[in-house]
């Protein structure tokens, strides 16, 4: 499916020649002309043969105690090779040389996400054909199964479906020079503090023979690229002022965008703030040898990740929302339920939007306990400006200096305010993703419509019809409430939904975690993954994420495509 998209998923390299532990700076690959690089490309194939020949090769030089300086520039390499392959006999190889140097070199324990258990993850050898199939073809591809793609290995079929939209919309010909795609990656991901997927992009971005100078910052990038820096803020932050934004400035002039590079520029830029939210939502640690923290390492405790945090408020709520959804109708016979009833709609609007235990205040049976009001409300994240560059990830800390993708953008994300004189509601009924979206984008990027469309849908309808274990429920209520409360967050008015489920069917510090998912995901703690108000198994919980994040990607990418159409109704 993926050997013809080119170099790296994400922009990972096996091949370093950093040594672990040394100053960082963004990694860089050894030339073919260094001895060993061949031979560890060649571990990238699914013949057994190949790979077992490459392998005797690279542990003969490597066992050679002359060579130890090429040990200490591929150590990255081999950690990688031991913890993110997929093919069982490079993991027990490589394992058990670094158990022969391990007193010689600092191997770190190595995590794939911070708030999770590795051995609760998919496996990399795993026994689904789907997955295993998914897992080989990245590993093929990058050399390693990068730990976004092995969280994603929850849920194959849609990993499928991402994997393809975004190899087309990264490596397929199209408007936009790859190399302005990485940079556009960076520039949304720097945005949210996102050093995981910022660490990524400016390792693809110099694979690719990218400028190095424009990593050192906007002020070494060309005038048309900076022009996009206002669109950038606004669609991470307050996209409701798109359509407020006369983008004539940027399609006239002599460094003008053509329409068709705006739309592949807006479906990058909403792909990576979607992914930087899902980093965050998931926890996810760095990549050994592409992180400024040099992969792993800072005030992270092991033992304080791994500690089970209690929700004393997941049984109740569980429990009440288990019966809301084994007695709910089909969806069909709900809408025509809730047309007979009398709503203001308007108000149920408002209701969705407020983070309070009273705003989740509905009939007795649908009621959910209160007492998941958490004391660091995200109603409070929403409307304080966040200066620090420190990103936290569980109990680690780690500052990265983003002002340098930033410049002088320095907007933030504020609550959208129904009553505003400043901008309106969006109504989805008058401009929607399938009615008028997906026509724009596949005028001008043909192939990444349908992509967008198939990945939109399948996370909005996946469903592996259980509960926490409880088989045979319907979870689409519950789905629908995350879907529609992260798009009334944006702004955004489904006027054929009823937005008293959102209270109904989400807890507060469900609507918390989604919130900042979709607006401020930077701010995630692991305290607001595990108290999500349920009783979830991770991977559930991932589902979640994505839900949220995927919901904001829409969402972002329809201010930018209206402001677009806007523009060509105008001239």
């Not at 505003?420 to 008028?436: A, G, N």
């Not at 309808?461 to 995350?482: C, G, K, S």
Request: charged fraction near 20%.
């Amino acid at each position: 499916m993926m050997s013809n998209k080119g170099q790296g998923i994400y922009g990972s390299s096996t091949a370093s020649d950093t040594p672990y532990g040394s100053d960082y700076s963004p990694p860089q690959s050894p030339s073919l002309s260094e001895p060993l690089s061949a031979h560890f490309l060649s571990l990238q194939t699914t013949d057994s043969s190949i790979r077992k020949s490459a392998i005797e090769h690279i542990l003969s030089i490597l066992t050679n105690p002359e060579n130890e300086k090429l040990v200490k520039n591929y150590l990255n390499t081999i950690i990688v090779l031991a913890t993110e392959s997929p093919f069982d006999d490079i993991t027990e190889a490589f394992s058990s040389f670094i158990k022969t140097i391990q007193d010689k070199y600092h191997i770190p324990k190595q995590r794939t996400t911070y708030y999770i258990n590795d051995e609760q993850l998919p496996k990399l050898n795993t026994q689904d054909e789907l997955t295993s199939k998914l897992f080989q073809d990245v590993f093929i591809q990058n050399g390693r199964v990068n730990h976004l793609t092995r969280i994603l290995g929850w849920h194959p079929q849609y990993l499928e479906r991402f994997l393809s939209a975004y190899n087309t919309i990264m490596k397929d010909p199209g408007p936009l020079p790859i190399t302005w795609r990485n940079y556009i990656g960076i520039l949304a991901a720097a945005r949210y503090n996102c050093s995981y997927i910022v660490s990524l992009q400016e390792h693809e971005f110099l694979q690719n023979n990218g400028d190095p100078r424009w990593l050192q910052g906007i002020e070494f990038i060309p005038a048309k690229l900076k022009n996009l820096l206002k669109v950038i803020e606004l669609m991470a932050h307050q996209p409701w002022l798109l359509p407020k934004l006369d983008i004539e400035y940027l399609v006239k002039g002599s460094d003008a965008w053509s329409i068709a590079e705006l739309v592949q520029a807006m479906v990058l830029i909403t792909t990576f703030l979607s992914l930087s939210g899902l980093v965050f939502c998931c926890g996810i640690a760095p990549e050994v040898g592409l992180s400024d923290s040099n992969g792993l390492g800072g005030s992270f405790s092991i033992n304080d990740s791994d500690a089970e945090i209690e929700d004393t408020s997941a049984s109740e709520n569980t429990a009440n929302l288990m019966e809301l959804l084994k007695n709910r109708k089909s969806s069909a016979t709900n809408d025509e339920d809730d047309d007979s009833e009398e709503h203001d709609r308007q108000q149920d609007f408002h209701n969705a939007g407020i983070e309070s235990s009273s705003s989740n205040s509905t009939t007795s049976s649908s009621s959910l306990s209160s007492s998941t009001l958490l004391s660091s409300s995200s109603g409070e994240q929403g409307s304080t400006e966040k200066k620090s560059t420190t990103a936290t990830v569980g109990t680690q800390t780690e500052t990265h200096d983003f002002s340098r993708y930033k410049g002088n953008y320095n907007l933030s994300h504020t609550d959208f305010d129904v009553s505003s004189r400043e901008y309106s509601i969006f109504s989805v009924q008058e401009y929607s993703w399938k009615e008028h979206g997906y026509e724009l984008v596949s005028r001008y990027f043909p192939d990444a419509a349908p992509l967008l469309e198939e990945e939109f849908s399948f996370v909005y309808t996946m469903t592996y019809y259980e509960f926490n274990n409880n088989p045979d429920i319907d979870t689409l209520p519950f789905r629908r409430a995350v879907w529609y409360y992260v798009q009334r967050v944006k702004g955004m008015c489904h006027d054929d939904y009823n937005y008293q489920e959102v209270n109904m069917f989400l807890s507060i510090s469900l609507k918390n975690f989604v919130k900042k998912a979709a607006c401020f995901p930077d701010t995630i703690k692991r305290d607001d993954f595990s108290k999500l108000g349920y009783h979830l198994k991770p991977d559930e919980k991932a589902h979640l994420s994505l839900l949220a994040v995927c919901s904001h990607k829409q969402a972002s990418l329809l201010y930018g495509l209206y402001t677009v159409m806007e523009y060509q109704n105008r001239r």
